[in-house]
């Protein structure tokens, strides 16, 4: 009763206050997604300095000049951070590893009951060993009772598979083996309203670290050569990138899954830019450089592809015109860059500096991209 008093309280102070509590994925049959609502960025609430996390408020950061329309940061809430400059929809995410789980139920009941309709996604990268570190079982598991709870809560929430890091053929077979294990848990096949990966390029593991790069799947044992070799520039291919999401809408379409949305919630370019042109004549900052470009480039044609080119109509969502993906997300806007020496834990991409708020070359570049005002900001950098 004091819970439900608790989140009547909350409904009225949210109405007062006019925040907008938004539907995070709009039924793309009656209301085609905008320019706006289909680009994303992931919000790190808590950033690394050297060995210092810092937390950080989305308030702070004015992105109404990335026009995106929705974010998430790998958590769920009942009243969702907004930027100082717009509002956006908020994505829910439920975490699925052992040190998150189970949630407070009643903290998640309440998100659910004061976000109707919104899009909750169960796991990040459940199957990666530096992430969620599930087998295929337990997975299966956890996605039941929270999909039992949320529609139970909410008929008409959209309750979505947590993305994988890659859809390579050894994460598509652990995939595999969660919906085998769910129908053999409990004698229905697993229901996904809303189908969703993650776009990052990365080799699966050595034979001497299971966990290098995106890791073995746990719970999965490689055939040989099933484990992908990808090489630091390949982090950064536009080509590899296409493969994969094609690949996905084709593995959808395989297994009676195409008449689904298909997002990616989390893409983009994690190793440090110096890394991906390894040209031993240039010196480390020339390297740095190049990468950038490198960067800059893959975000303008994965991007230009997903907005305009993406389409197939025999395996595409027949709903949004053929198109193989519906909502992408870009890493991040604003997690620390990696330094070696000063900041280890840092990753690449950020659209903004987390600690002057202003705009990187990369938040330049997506700017431009939205903006549409040239067809490429940097030239095309040959490997």
């Known amino acids: 009763m004091r819970l439900r008093r608790h989140a009547l309280t909350l409904v009225v102070i949210v109405a007062m206050l006019g925040v907008a509590l ?7 049959a009656d209301t085609p997604l905008t320019e706006k609502e289909r680009f994303g960025v992931a919000f790190v ?58 949630p407070d139920w009643d903290e998640v009941r309440n998100a659910v009951m004061l976000n109707q309709s919104a899009l909750w996604i ?22 039941h009772e929270s999909y039992i709870r949320i529609k139970g809560w909410d008929p008409t929430a959209q309750v979505a598979i947590g993305g994988v890091v890659e859809p390579t053929p050894l994460r598509l077979r652990w995939i ?64 590899i990138f296409k493969t994969l999401v094609r690949d996905f809408r084709q593995w959808m379409a395989d297994h009676g ?34 990468g950038d470009r490198l960067i800059e480039q893959y975000m303008w044609q994965t991007f230009d592809w997903l907005l305009n080119y993406c389409r197939d109509p025999e395996i595409g969502y ?24 000063t900041n280890p834990r840092g990753f690449n991409g950020s659209l903004f500096d987390n600690k002057t708020k202003a705009l990187t070359r990369f938040g330049e570049t997506f700017v431009a991209f939205r903006n549409q005002t040239y067809r490429l900001a940097v030239p095309v950098v040959s490997r």
């Not at 459940?126 to 996605?143: S, V």
């Not at 096949?189 to 034979?207: A, F, K, R, S, Y």
């Open 22 to 28: 938004l539907s995070a994925f709009p039924a793309l």
């Open 45 to 102: 609430g808590r950033v690394w300095q050297g060995k210092t996390s810092v937390p950080q408020s989305l308030a702070d950061y004015a992105v109404a000049p990335l026009k995106i329309g929705w974010y998430s940061n790998w958590t769920f809430g009942a009243i969702p951070q907004q930027p100082a400059d717009d509002t956006l929809e908020y994505v829910q995410v439920i975490g699925v590893r052992d040190s998150l789980w189970p």
């Open 122 to 143: 169960i796991g990040n990268e459940p199957e990666c060993p530096n992430q969620g570190d599930l087998t295929p079982t337990e997975y299966a598991q956890r996605y």
């Open 176 to 239: 595999e083996e969660a919906m085998a294990a769910y129908e053999n848990a409990y004698g229905e096949p697993m229901p996904v309203d809303v189908w969703n990966i993650h776009m990052q390029i990365l080799h699966e593991g050595t034979e001497e670290n299971h966990k290098s790069g995106a890791g073995v799947p746990t719970g999965i044992t490689p055939a040989p050569g099933e484990a992908r070799d990808y090489s630091y520039p390949d982090c950064a291919n536009a080509r």
């Open 257 to 290: 899954q195409r008449n689904k949305p298909l997002i990616i919630s989390e893409m983009g370019v994690l190793q440090p830019s110096y890394l991906l042109y390894p040209d031993p004549k240039m010196s480390e900052e020339q390297r740095t450089e190049m």
């Open 318 to 341: 027949a709903a949004d015109d053929n198109r193989l993906v519906q909502r992408w997300l870009w890493y991040s806007l604003n997690d620390g860059i990696y330094d070696e020496q």
